[in-house]
C-alpha cells in the first residue's frame, strides 16, 4: 500500500484554472493507471487574490482505504511532489492562511521532488529556494509561468506537459499511457496535447539538491497572538501614522508589520531616479501604498509592501522611468533609491541592464485583448511575447501611451 | 410641534485639494492588505481617507474590503475602523453618527465634528443594504457619508452576479455556454441617480473614479463639509473578475468614463454637475466606442459584434433619450412624442 500525496502551489486566480486541471488530471491519470485518487483545494486559500499563493492539493492511492486514510485529514502535511506554476514562488509562499513566509519546499519530504516550470538555471533557481536539512530534487519542465484570467484560459498545454512530467517522477503511480489517456478523454484534451505530455516527460531535468545548497536566509516569521492576549472585544491597535524619511523631509508610511507583500509579486518596478519628473501618478496610483517619499521628493517603491501590479508603470509619464522587471532577476528586497544615492553611475549600469533583458521584462499577465493567448502562443514569449499597447490590436493600437 | 432640528451640525471644512502636488502625503489606509495585485477598490480606500483626513471613523461592511484587508488579527487602517454586516453599511453610518451625536450632547466625549464614511461594495451597498442606506439618506441631522465601491459583481466570494453586473458579463453564475452565449441580460442599476433622485433631503451624491484621483478625494471632501447623509458611488475596474492585466486598472477606469458607460457628475443641493471627461462628452465631445472598454476584459470575451452593438445602443440610449442625460432613465411623454414624430 502506497500513496502518492501531490501539492500544486501557484497564483491565486492567474493560475486557478490551470492548477484545478493540473489537479484534476492528476485523478484521472491515475484512474487510468489503475489507481484511486481526489483532488482539492486549500480552504485557507479562498477565496483567492490575483497573484497571492494559493495551493491545491492531489493524492494518489493504490486503494480506497488508503486514499480515505489521507483523506480523514484536514490537509496534507507532507507532499511527495510539490509542483509548483510560476518560478519566483521559489523566493518563498505567503498565503492567506499563513503567517510568515514558508519556503517553497517545506512540505516536500526528504527524497521528494520540487517540480518547477522554469526557464532559469538550476543554480540561479537554488540562490532562491530556502536551504533544508535533508536531501530534495529538482525537476525542472522548460517553460514560463502561465498566466490567465478567471474567464479565459490560456492553452499553452502546461497542464498536460506538467502531467507527462509527473508521469516521469512517479511512474509507479501514473503511467504515461494512463497520462496520455486522460488527457485524450477529458474535455480539454487532444492528440497534440498528448504529445505535449509525452515530450515533458522525455525532456524533463532533474537534479539532486544537496542539504550544504539553497538560500541560507532563515524565512521572515513571527508569533501570532494567542487568544487569551487578544483585547477585550477582539479590537486591535490601528496602524500608527508615518515618519519623514529623514531631516523632516520625505515621508515613509507605517505598515502593517504581519503581512509582507512581496511573495506576491512576479514582477517588480525598477524606477530611474535620474527621469523622474516628480509628478507623483504612481505614489497617488498605488494600490497598495508602497511608494515611500524620498527627501528629494522621487519615489521609492518599498519591496516589503509592493506585490507588483504595473500600475505605476502603466501611470508614469516618461518613457522607461518605471519599468517592471521579472522577480527571478533580483537577490533580495533592498532600496533602489539608496543604492542609486551612494552611486548614481553604478545604478545607472545596473539599471540599463535590469530593464534591457527582454527575457525578464516580457509580461504575460492574464487578458489583454480578445485573441491576444492565441497570438501569445504563436509567438515566441521569451522574445517579447505580445507588445503592449493601449486600445485593441487591429483596431486602434497605439504603442503604450500611458 | 415642529422639530427645529435642521443642518446645524457642525463639518469638518475640507477645501479641495488644489492640484496633485498639495495632496495630504500621510496615508490613513497603509501598505500590508491581502488585496489583489491592482486592486482598484484599495486604492478608493486609500484615496478616500487619504481625503478625510485623521479625525475619521470608518465602517466597512463585509465584502473584498473588509475580508482581504482585515485578515485575522491585522490592520492596514490608521484611523479607527469598524466592521459591519453585509447589508449594513447605511444603519452603522447612521447608528454611529447618532451615537457620536449623542456622547457630545452629554458631554461624554469632546464636542468637535468627526467624519463617519461607511463603505459597502456592490453586493453589500445596491443589493442587500439598499434599504438601509435609502433610510440614512433620509436622515438629515446625522452627518454620515456612504462609499459605494462597485467592482460590478460579489468578488470577494469569487465573482457572483450582482445588481450592477453589466449586461452579458461572464460571472461565476452567468457563465456563456454554447448554446446560451449571453447569460445575464439586466442591465445594470442606476445607483446614484436613484440615490440622488429618491432622497430630496440628502444634499450630495457623486459619481467618482478613483483614474482621476485628486477629482476623486476632492468629491470625498466636498460631501463631508455639506454634511448630513451624503452618498457617493465609485466605479472600480476589478482585475480578478473583470479578466485583466492587473496593469490596466487605471486604464480601464479612464475608459468607462470616455466611453460614456459610467457618467461623472454630483448633485449638490438638487443642482446637477457633470465633471471631468463626462461634462466634455456632455458639451458635445464624442464618446468613444464601447467596445474599445468591452474588448479588453475577459468578462466580454464572448461578445460578439451583435451584442456589442445592444451594448452600444443601451449606451446612446442612456446621453441620447434619457431626460437627464446618464442620471435619470425617464423621459417626459411630451419629448418622447417630439421624438416620436421626428423619426
Avoid at chain 1, 262 to 286: E, G, H, Q
Avoid at chain 1, 332 to 352: C, F, G, H, P, V
Avoid at chain 2, 250 to 264: D, M, N, S, V, W
Avoid at chain 2, 310 to 322: A, G, I, L, T
Wanted: glycine share 8%; proline share 5%; charged share 25%.
Amino acid at each position: 500500500m502506497a500513496a502518492l500525496i501531490c501539492e500544486v502551489v501557484y497564483r491565486g486566480i492567474f493560475q486557478k484554472n490551470l492548477a484545478a486541471r493540473i489537479a484534476r488530471g492528476i485523478v484521472l491519470s491515475a484512474r487510468k493507471s489503475g489507481r484511486w485518487g481526489i483532488a482539492f483545494g486549500r480552504y485557507g486559500d479562498s477565496p483567492q487574490r490575483n497573484g497571492i499563493p494559493a495551493k491545491d492539493f492531489a493524492i494518489v492511492a493504490d486503494t480506497k482505504e488508503e486514499l480515505e486514510q489521507n483523506m480523514a485529514r484536514y490537509e496534507p502535511k507532507h507532499t511527495d511532489v510539490t509542483i509548483v506554476l510560476d518560478d519566483t514562488l521559489s523566493k518563498g509562499v505567503e498565503s492567506w492562511a499563513w503567517y510568515g513566509l514558508q519556503p517553497i519546499n517545506r512540505l516536500t519530504v526528504p527524497n521528494g521532488t520540487v517540480l518547477m516550470t522554469s526557464v532559469q538555471p538550476f543554480e540561479s533557481l537554488l540562490q532562491d529556494i530556502h536551504k533544508r536539512d535533508t536531501a530534495y530534487k529538482l525537476s525542472l519542465v522548460r517553460a514560463k509561468a502561465s498566466f490567465s484570467g478567471l474567464w479565459v484560459h490560456k492553452e499553452d498545454h502546461t497542464e498536460a506537459r506538467i502531467l507527462g512530467a509527473l508521469a516521469k517522477i512517479a511512474p509507479s503511480f501514473l503511467a504515461l499511457d494512463g497520462v496520455s489517456q486522460a488527457i485524450r478523454e477529458i474535455e480539454w484534451g487532444s492528440d497534440l496535447k498528448v504529445a505535449s505530455a509525452r515530450k515533458a516527460y522525455d525532456r524533463l531535468e532533474t537534479r539532486q539538491v544537496k542539504i550544504t545548497e539553497g538560500n541560507a536566509e532563515i524565512p521572515y516569521s513571527f508569533e501570532m497572538p494567542k487568544w487569551w492576549e487578544m483585547r477585550e472585544g477582539v479590537t486591535i491597535p490601528a496602524i500608527p501614522i508615518g515618519k519623514p524619511k529623514e531631516g523632516g523631509q520625505g515621508y515613509v508610511p507605517e505598515r502593517n508589520p504581519y503581512f509582507k507583500k512581496f511573495t506576491t509579486r512576479t514582477m517588480r518596478p525598477v524606477i530611474d531616479f535620474d527621469t523622474c519628473v516628480k509628478c507623483n501618478l504612481c505614489w497617488i496610483s498605488c494600490p497598495d501604498s508602497c511608494f515611500d517619499v524620498m527627501p528629494d521628493a522621487t519615489f521609492d517603491a518599498n519591496m516589503e509592501a509592493c506585490c507588483g501590479c504595473g500600475v505605476c508603470e502603466a501611470v508614469c509619464p516618461v518613457e522607461s522611468c518605471i519599468t517592471m522587471v521579472n522577480e527571478a532577476a533580483f537577490e533580495d528586497n533592498a532600496s533602489q533609491w539608496e543604492m542609486w544615492r551612494k552611486d548614481k553611475a553604478a545604478y545607472k549600469t545596473w539599471l540599463t541592464a535590469k530593464i534591457g533583458d527582454k527575457q525578464t521584462t516580457v509580461r504575460s499577465h492574464g487578458f489583454r485583448f480578445r485573441g491576444q493567448y492565441e497570438q501569445e502562443l504563436t509567438r515566441d514569449l521569451d522574445g517579447g511575447g505580445v507588445e503592449i499597447t493601449a486600445g485593441i490590436p487591429g483596431e486602434n493600437a497605439a504603442h503604450k501611451t500611458v | 410641534m415642529a422639530d427645529a432640528t435642521t443642518f446645524t451640525n457642525q463639518t469638518q471644512i475640507l477645501e479641495p485639494f488644489r492640484g496633485i502636488k498639495k495632496v495630504t502625503i500621510e496615508e490613513y489606509f497603509t501598505s500590508g492588505h491581502r488585496t489583489c495585485q491592482g486592486c482598484e477598490s484599495a486604492l478608493v480606500m486609500k484615496l478616500m481617507v487619504k481625503a478625510s483626513g485623521p479625525r475619521t471613523i470608518v465602517l466597512g461592511s463585509t465584502g473584498c474590503m473588509y475580508v482581504a484587508n482585515t485578515t485575522y488579527y491585522t490592520t492596514p487602517w490608521v484611523v479607527p475602523w469598524m466592521h459591519t454586516q453585509l447589508g449594513s453599511s447605511g444603519s452603522a453610518a447612521l447608528g454611529t453618527a447618532a451615537g457620536l451625536k449623542a456622547l457630545m450632547k452629554k458631554g461624554k466625549m469632546k464636542s468637535e465634528p468627526i467624519n463617519v464614511i461607511a463603505f459597502c461594495g456592490d453586493g453589500g451597498g445596491a443589493d442587500m443594504g439598499i434599504g438601509a442606506i435609502s433610510a440614512t439618506l433620509t436622515h438629515k441631522e446625522y452627518n454620515s457619508l456612504i462609499l459605494l465601491y462597485d467592482n460590478e459583481s460579489y468578488a470577494n466570494t469569487d465573482i457572483q452576479l450582482s445588481g450592477m453586473t453589466p449586461y452579458g458579463a461572464h460571472t461565476t453564475f452567468s457563465p456563456p455556454g454554447k448554446a446560451h452565449r449571453i447569460i445575464h441580460k439586466r442591465w445594470k442599476k442606476n445607483m446614484a441617480g436613484m440615490m440622488a433622485a429618491g432622497h430630496p433631503e440628502c444634499r450630495y451624491v457623486a459619481t467618482v473614479c478613483a483614474s482621476y484621483a485628486v477629482e476623486m478625494m476632492n468629491k470625498v471632501r466636498r460631501a463631508l463639509t455639506i454634511g448630513g447623509p451624503t452618498f457617493i458611488h465609485s466605479l472600480d475596474p476589478c482585475p480578478k473578475g473583470w479578466d485583466y492585466d492587473p496593469m490596466l486598472s487605471h486604464e480601464l477606469g479612464e475608459l468607462a468614463i470616455e466611453t460614456g458607460i459610467f457618467p461623472l457628475y454630483e448633485v449638490e443641493d438638487g443642482q446637477l454637475r457633470y465633471y471631468g471627461k463626462t461634462k466634455a462628452i456632455v458639451e458635445g465631445r464624442a464618446r468613444k466606442p464601447v467596445r474599445e472598454y468591452l474588448l479588453k476584459q475577459g468578462r466580454f470575451a464572448h461578445f460578439t459584434e451583435e451584442d456589442l452593438s445592444y451594448f452600444q445602443s443601451k449606451v446612446d440610449e442612456m446621453w441620447n433619450k434619457w431626460e437627464v442625460p446618464g442620471v435619470v432613465p425617464f423621459r417626459r411623454v411630451d419629448a418622447a412624442r417630439t421624438a416620436a414624430t421626428n423619426t
